[in-house]
């Protein structure tokens, strides 16, 4: 599997010198060899990479979704207020 029987695990989250290439992530633009061991790790492991320059990060959007949520519930309460002073 290895490109190149000199390439050397190269895993972005832990040092590692191993040669048993199992797969090549690209990972922020590189595309990395890992071995067997690292993969392993890495397959069942909750680490993300890609091409995309800025990752993204669930937390702040789960926060922009509950902010529009309250938005949505603050203008409905108050479209609901102003129709029983209306009437």
Same mark, same amino acid.
């Given at each position: ?7 050397? !695990?190269?895993?972005? *989250? ?5 040669? %048993?290439?199992?797969?090549?992530? +690209?990972? #922020?633009?590189? /595309?990395?060899?890992? !071995?067997?061991?690292? *993969? ?5 492991? %909750?680490?993300?990479?890609?091409? +995309?320059? #800025?990752?993204? /990060? ?21 479209? #609901?207020?102003? /129709?029983?002073?209306?009437?």
């Amino acid at each position: 599997m290895p490109k190149n029987p000199t390439d050397r !695990c190269r895993n972005p *989250w832990k040092k590692c010198d191993r040669h %048993d290439i199992v797969v090549f992530i +690209d990972y #922020k633009g590189d /595309e990395l060899p890992i !071995c067997e061991r690292c *993969w392993a790790e890495i397959a069942v492991s %909750d680490h993300e990479w890609g091409n +995309d320059p #800025k990752p993204k /990060e669930p937390e702040k959007y789960q926060e922009k979704e509950d902010e529009e949520e309250e938005e949505i519930e603050c203008q409905e309460k108050n479209g #609901k207020s102003l /129709e029983k002073e209306s009437t």
